[in-house]
C-alpha cells in the first residue's frame, strides 16, 4: 500500500457538498499506526475521519478519530464511509466492527438522479443496543452553568438524560427555538464537564411537532465548537424518546441539525416496536477538493 493513502472527503446527512457535516474516509487504512492515523484526522480538520482495515465479505474494521483524540463511534462518518463505499464496490449491506461493536448498515440508491442520470445514495446504520439513564440535578447544573443555559430555558416535557447507542450524550431539550439558536457556551468550562463524565457530545434539542426535531451539538471533547450533523447522537436521542414515552413504535423522526451554522442537515431516525437497536439514515456525497 502506498504510504499515502487516498483521503476522501464527504458531506453526510445532505446531498449537497455546502451541507451536512464533511467527514474524511481512507477505505484502506491498513499500513497506518495509531499515530498515522490521528496526524491524517488533524489535518483533515473535520469533526472525524473513518480509517477502514479488512473487508473480507463485506465487513471492516474501522476506527473513528477527531482532531484531537480517538472516539467509540460517529455516525455521520459512518454513513460517509458506507456511501463511499458503495460508490466503490456497489450498494448493498456491510458490517462496520467499532470500538463501541458492530454496526450494519444498508446502502440504496435515492430517488430519480440528477441530469447526468446518477442516483443519489442513502445509508442506513443500525446501532449497538442503546442505553438511557438518569442524571442528577448538580449535573444537570453544572452542564447548564457551562452551557449559560438556566432550568428556564429547559422543556419540562423532556427531562435531561444520558443516552447511548454506541457514544455517549447528554440530552437536553431547549424550551424554545430561540433559547437553541442562541448558543454562546464556555469552551473549556465544557469541555472539563465532558471529558470528566466520559460524554461526546452535548445533544441540545427542540421540538417543533411530534416527530420532528431542531438540534445542535456542542463537540469541544473533538476540538470542535459544534457539529452539523451527529448520526451517533442521532441513535442515542431515538432511545431517549423511546425511553420517555415521548414516541410511539413504529415512528420515524426527523431531526434537523447545522441550520444555525449554514450547513444544514437531515437525520431520519427510525423505531421498530420490540427492536432495542436504532436505525438512522441519511445521504453523503463527495466534497470536491483540490
Not at 482495515?53 to 480517538?70: C, H, I, K, Q, W
Not at 410511539?248 to 451554522?261: I, K, Y
Request: aromatic share 6%; hydrophobic share 45%.
Amino acid at each position: 500500500m502506498s504510504p499515502d493513502p487516498e483521503i476522501l472527503r464527504l458531506a453526510a446527512f445532505t446531498d449537497v457538498p455546502g451541507g451536512g457535516n464533511p467527514a474524511g474516509v481512507v477505505l484502506d487504512a491498513g499500513a497506518l499506526d495509531d499515530a498515522a492515523m490521528q496526524a491524517i484526522a488533524a489535518d483533515v480538520g473535520y469533526s472525524e475521519t473513518a480509517f477502514l482495515t479488512g473487508g473480507a465479505d463485506r465487513e471492516y474494521d474501522v476506527r473513528y478519530f477527531s482532531p484531537v483524540a480517538e472516539v467509540p463511534f460517529c455516525g455521520h462518518a459512518t454513513i460517509a464511509t458506507a456511501v463511499a463505499l458503495a460508490q466503490r464496490d456497489g450498494l448493498g449491506d456491510v458490517l462496520l466492527r467499532t470500538a463501541a461493536g458492530p454496526v450494519a448498515v444498508r446502502t440504496a440508491a435515492d430517488g430519480d438522479g440528477d441530469d447526468d442520470g446518477a442516483r443519489a445514495i442513502t445509508a442506513t446504520l443500525t446501532s449497538v443496543d442503546p442505553e438511557v439513564s438518569e442524571i442528577g440535578d448538580a449535573d444537570v447544573d453544572a452542564a447548564l452553568a457551562a452551557l449559560r443555559w438556566t432550568r428556564d430555558d429547559l422543556d419540562p416535557a423532556l427531562p435531561p438524560r444520558v443516552a447511548y447507542a454506541g457514544a455517549r450524550h447528554l440530552v437536553l431539550a431547549a424550551a424554545s427555538r430561540e433559547r437553541l439558536a442562541d448558543l454562546d457556551y464556555d469552551f473549556d468550562e465544557l469541555k472539563s464537564y465532558m471529558s470528566d463524565r466520559d460524554l461526546t457530545t452535548v445533544d441540545l434539542v427542540w421540538r417543533e411537532a411530534a416527530t420532528t426535531f431542531h438540534a445542535r451539538n456542542p463537540f469541544p471533547v473533538g476540538g470542535v465548537v459544534e457539529d452539523p450533523a451527529t448520526g451517533a447522537a442521532a441513535a442515542a436521542f431515538g432511545a431517549y424518546l423511546r425511553a420517555l414515552g415521548a414516541v410511539t413504535p413504529p415512528v420515524r423522526v426527523t431531526v434537523h441539525q447545522g441550520d444555525d451554522m449554514g450547513r444544514p442537515s437531515r437525520l431520519l431516525i427510525d423505531l421498530e416496536p420490540g427492536r432495542a437497536a436504532v436505525q438512522v439514515t441519511g445521504g453523503a456525497v463527495r466534497i470536491p477538493h483540490a
